[in-house]
């Protein structure tokens, strides 16, 4: 895969539901996997949705990353409208844990996976894995990369790192819990993330008008797991671009309040060019988009990197 731009897009072929055995989580996981369907040695993306969503959307980076040579998968977390936990659920408390084992869960099945999936047998490349996830899920993802999650005494907690997994891009990402409303604070204890240990390279993408309700601060609230984590780490900040950073979960849904196909688009071939040259050292993509952006006349985002 190694090149300075992308190739041409392929066909993809998507399964679902492939069912990943999961014993006292209460029910099976249940994942989507869009593949190439031709070529070999296929890096991995494990992507976790945002809170509600399902293995079904985000269907404008997915289908993407697949057609330009990613094996994708996509688990259905346990918050998802699609199951319908009642808040009383006794796991209600426990999702954020829950997250977490399912993409753990995922990354152990890569085999059952590979060999549920018709033509998927023998083509993925178990070495070159990424994790990806938007707002929940992108804490959620970010737990491989290193991040912990504070204690009400400010204390870290386990380590949930993953070696397996070798970058990461965390979309519109929950900052601090300083600075969480008090909704916040009392409903969502899990959002108090530490970014010391978040060691693993990853890209992070803030909109420059996401304001969340759940944090006092603006959006710059959102370029904290970059500024506050250690190691190789870019940061993507999209002018204009609200939580849905114009349209990932999919198009015309309801929660795309900023939809623009062309800073999709923007998104698509930088998170592409950035999960490839992570992947696979020798690739220069990323320096090539990083270059292409700055020389715009009229960028829709800024990159910086340390």
């Known amino acids: 895969m190694p090149g300075t731009s992308l190739p041409d897009s392929t066909m993809v072929i998507s399964a679902k539901p492939v069912v990943l055995p999961a014993p006292g989580r209460g029910e099976d996981l249940q994942v989507r996997v869009s ?16 809170f509600g969503w399902s293995m079904n959307g985000y269907a404008p980076l997915a289908d993407f990353w697949a057609a330009q040579g990613f094996v994708v998968v996509q688990p259905t977390h346990l918050d998802s409208r699609t199951l319908g936990l009642p808040a009383e659920d006794p796991r209600t408390p426990r999702i954020w844990r829950f997250r977490i084992e399912d993409l753990k869960r995922v990354l152990d099945g890569l085999d059952v996976l590979e060999a549920s999936v018709p033509g998927l047998a023998g083509r993925l490349d178990h070495d070159r894995v990424a994790v ?55 409903h969502l204890p899990f959002m108090r993330p530490s970014f010391d240990t978040m060691t693993t390279p990853a890209l992070i ?58 800073r999709v688009a923007l998104l698509q071939r930088l998170t592409t060019a950035y999960l490839r040259s992570a992947l696979y050292p020798g690739d220069t993509g990323w320096k090539a988009a990083a270059v292409a952006l700055e020389e715009d006349p009229e960028p829709l985002g800024k990159l910086q990197s340390k």
């Open 132 to 186: 990806a996830g938007h707002s929940w899920g992108a804490q959620t993802a970010s737990t491989l990369l290193g991040a912990r999650v504070l204690d009400s005494d400010g204390v870290p907690g386990e380590d949930m790192s993953d070696p397996r997994v070798k970058a990461g891009v965390l979309l519109a990402m929950a900052g601090l819990g300083d600075d969480l409303t008090p909704f916040a604070v009392e």
């Open 35 to 50: 593949a190439p369907a031709t070529g070999g040695d296929l890096p991995v993306v494990v992507f976790s949705h945002g």
């Open 205 to 262: 993408v803030a909109g420059d008008h996401d304001d969340s309700a759940l944090s006092t601060r603006g959006p710059d609230w959102f370029t904290d797991p970059y500024t506050y984590s250690p190691g190789n780490k870019s940061l993507l900040t999209l002018f204009g671009a609200e939580h849905s950073l114009g349209g990932i979960p999919g198009y015309e849904v309801a929660e795309t309040t900023d939809e623009s196909p062309a």
